[in-house]
C-alpha cells in the first residue's frame, strides 16, 4: 500500500493508472474496477459484462474472493442490486461459476441446446431467457461451439443473427460476448482493443485493462489474432496511439 501512494503521488494520467494496474493481482485489478462500474449513480453495465461474461471459473472466484478482500462486500450482492431484470438474471448466473470446462463434446445435446435455444428464441413471441442463460453459461466451450453449429444447421443462421434479432441493450451486449468468447476469447479481446485504437481518440482504459489483465494469460494469442484480423501488429497500433511513457509501458507489456 505505501508504495502504491508513494507512486500515486508521482505519477499521473494514463502511465500512472497502468502502472498502478500492475501493482494488483489481475483478479484484485478487476474487482476494482467492476466496484467503479456500480460506485455512485448509474451503472457501467458494459464494463460488468466484459469482465465477467469473458472470465473461466476460477477466475471468476478469484475475482469474488478479491472483492470481498478489498472492499468487505459481496459482488453478487453488489451486482444484484446494480443491475435489474434480464441482465442480472445472466450475470448472476455468470457469478455462480459453475461453468462446466471439460473438453469432452457431447453430440446429442448438442443437437438438443441448440432446439431449445431455436425454441427460446426464434421459435416463438418473446425470447425464453433462461433456456439461454442455462446453456450460454454453463457448457463448456467446446460443446458451445458444437451447440452453434448444430443451431446453424438447423436455422440456416448464426446464433449471433438470432441473439440480435430476438434480444436488444445489454442484455444482447452479454449473450454476444459469452458466444464470442465461446468461439474465439483472444479474438474477442483483439476485436475490443482494435476498437479501442480507432477513429479519433483512444479508449486508454480498455487498452490498459485488457494488457493489464491477459498479460499473465492469453496476450500471446490475443496480439497473434489481432495480427489476423487487421493485417498490423498490435504494437505497430499502440506505437501509432499512444505516446511517451504510457507507450513504453503498454509495449514492455507486449514483450
Do not use: H
Not at 480507432?198 to 486508454?204: F, H, L, P, S, Y
Request: charged letters at 30%; proline letters at 1%; a negative charge.
Amino acid at each position: 500500500q505505501d508504495m502504491e501512494e508513494v507512486l500515486k503521488g508521482d505519477l499521473s494520467g494514463n502511465f500512472g493508472k497502468a502502472v498502478l494496474a500492475l501493482l494488483d493481482l489481475p483478479c484484485e485489478y478487476e474487482a476494482r474496477e467492476l466496484r467503479k462500474a456500480m460506485k455512485g449513480a448509474g451503472t457501467d453495465e458494459a464494463l460488468l459484462i466484459e469482465i465477467l461474461c469473458t472470465q473461466n471459473n476460477k477466475e471468476i472466484v478469484n475475482i469474488k474472493e478479491a472483492y470481498k478482500r478489498l472492499f468487505d462486500r459481496d459482488l453478487e450482492s453488489d451486482v444484484k442490486s446494480d443491475t435489474s431484470g434480464s441482465l442480472r438474471k445472466i450475470l448472476v448466473t455468470v457469478l455462480e461459476a459453475t461453468r462446466d470446462e471439460t473438453q469432452q463434446v457431447n453430440a446429442e445435446l448438442a443437437e438438443q441446446d441448440a432446439t431449445d435455444l431455436y425454441k427460446a428464441g426464434e421459435g416463438r413471441w418473446g425470447t425464453d431467457e433462461l433456456a439461454f442463460n442455462v446453456v450460454l453459461a454453463k457448457r463448456s466451450y467446446s460443446q458451445l461451439r458444437a451447440t452453434f453449429q448444430a443451431y446453424e444447421k438447423m436455422c440456416g443462421k448464426e446464433i449471433e443473427e438470432s441473439i440480435k434479432s430476438e434480444t436488444s441493450g445489454d442484455l444482447e451486449k452479454a449473450y454476444l460476448t459469452l458466444v464470442s468468447c465461446a468461439k474465439d476469447c483472444p479474438g474477442y479481446f483483439a476485436s475490443l482493443l482494435y476498437k479501442s485504437m480507432k477513429g479519433a481518440g483512444t479508449d486508454e482504459e480498455t487498452l490498459i485493462r485488457i494488457l493489464v489483465t491477459r498479460a499473465e494469460s492469453d496476450l500471446p494469442a490475443i496480439k497473434e489474432k489481432f495480427q489476423q484480423m487487421y493485417k498490423k501488429s498490435l504494437a505497430e497500433a499502440i506505437r501509432s496511439d499512444t505516446s511517451g511513457d504510457f507507450r513504453k509501458l503498454l509495449l514492455a507489456l507486449l514483450n
